[in-house]
């Protein structure tokens, strides 16, 4: 399901930069095939992070953690917790990104992305494998230990 929303998307931005460019430049640019391996890539390691890490890194939260910190998020309401894991979230994304800039072990992963010579909408999805890994655990743990339903 995932995929198809993926190629909805890559449709309607692909045809928005044919019929209203900034710049005029070609379908096929240069570094595109490498840009749409990333996507298949990172799709992949989502699915293999979130279906086998987030299992283990669940069963560590409740043997390290207090009962009562881990799913504290459970019984409250939808909005209410879509709230939470909007700012927990977004301010985690916000402090990776700084340091993803600042400490050079982790922008050495992360140029990866500021690397495309010719940009467009799928020039975004350049990211290093390893960055990804490191990006859905830190993104994971938050989710698994305050544990919205």
Not at 1 to 18: H, K, P, Q, T
Not at 22 to 45: K, S
Not at 55 to 75: C, E, I, Q, T
Not at 124 to 139: C, S, Y
Request: a positive charge.
């Amino acid at each position: 399901m995932m995929l198809v929303a993926f190629a909805g998307f890559a449709l309607l931005f692909a045809a928005g930069e044919r019929l209203v460019p900034l710049r005029p430049q070609r379908l096929l640019r240069r570094g595109f095939a490498a840009d749409a391996a990333y996507v298949v890539i990172h799709y992949l390691l989502r699915v293999l992070v979130n279906g086998t890490l987030a299992v283990v890194l669940a069963g560590w939260a409740r043997r390290v953690l207090p009962p009562s910190a881990v799913g504290a998020l459970a019984r409250r309401p939808v909005w209410v917790q879509a709230l939470v894991l909007l700012l927990v979230l977004d301010f985690l994304f916000y402090v990776m990104h700084r340091l993803k800039h600042r400490w050079r072990w982790w922008w050495r992963l992360h140029e990866t992305h500021h690397s495309s010579v010719d940009l467009d909408w799928l020039s975004t999805a350049r990211f290093h494998p390893l960055e990804k890994i490191l990006d859905r655990v830190v993104f994971l743990l938050p989710i698994l230990v305050i544990g919205p339903s």
